[in-house]
Structures are given as structure tokens and as C-alpha cells.
């Protein structure tokens, strides 16, 4: 199984992780789920692998979730998966698949866990926050 990433090339967090699947040597499957969209069973699948809630995979900043009335607690699970059927910018991202496990990689060092191997370092986000150092050890 190669490494799928659920990605949104307007996120900073999902384009750090993407840098890092590459530069690991992996090509991974790139899923734009902006153009692509949703299905139920495949947010549900997620979800369940990642151990999530749709209320924790819900994103609740630069989205519209306040203006859907999602971020009240009555929303049920069956709604939010509704509204992010309709909207998939809702869905917190990345998400990532890899034959170590589905993960949230929020922040985006997380995807370090998924790999077989660590990128050669020294590597930082696009924000400049170090995560491997020059000798090729974890930081973050």
C-alpha cells in the first residue's frame, strides 16, 4: 500500500506534509478533495481509521462552520457529515493513509509516525519551524 494523502493545495499544513511525504522518497497518491469532493462512506472510513468524530475532523477556522450553525453542540454526526458532503473545505486536513495508519496530521510533523523512513534533514515548514536537523533527528 503507498501512502494516500487527502489534500488541499491552499493549506499551508497540507502542503508541509506533502513536502515532507516526498522528500521521506515516497510518491504518494494526492487525493485534491476540493475538486474531488466527498463520499459519505469514505469519510465515514476515514473517520473510523483515524479514530475521529465528524465533530473532531470538523474544521472550525477559514471555514464556514459558524455560518452553518455546525459549531453548536446539537448538531448531530449525521449533519455535519451532510454539510461536509456539500462543503469539503469543513473536513480538517490533511489526512493521511499509510500502511502505519490514518491519521489527522494536524500540525503536520504528525505524518513524521507514518513514515518508514525520515526525510533528510535539515527540513523546516514553510514557516520556518525546524522539524529535522541537520544530522537527520526528529525535532518536533
Known sequence: MS?????????????????IIK???????????????????QLIALFAA???TPR??????RSPADILGLL????????LIA???????????????????????RPSEMVLDLLDRLPPGPMAKEDGTLIIDAEGHRIL
Do not use: F
Not at 501512502?3 to 513536502?19: D, F, K, Q
Not at 522528500?23 to 459519505?40: F, H, K, L, N
Open 3 to 19: 501512502i494516500v494523502i487527502h489534500h488541499n493545495p491552499g493549506c499551508g499544513t497540507s502542503r508541509n506534509v506533502l513536502a
Open 23 to 41: 522528500a521521506s522518497g515516497e510518491t504518494p497518491v494526492i487525493i485534491d478533495y476540493m475538486q474531488t469532493g466527498w463520499t459519505r462512506p
Open 50 to 52: 483515524a479514530g475521529l
Open 56 to 61: 473532531t475532523a470538523l474544521r472550525t477556522t
Open 72 to 79: 453548536d453542540p446539537a448538531v448531530d454526526d449525521e449533519a
Open 83 to 105: 454539510a461536509m458532503l456539500e462543503h469539503p473545505v469543513l473536513v480538517n486536513r490533511p489526512i493521511v493513509c499509510s500502511p502505519k495508519g490514518v491519521r489527522l496530521c
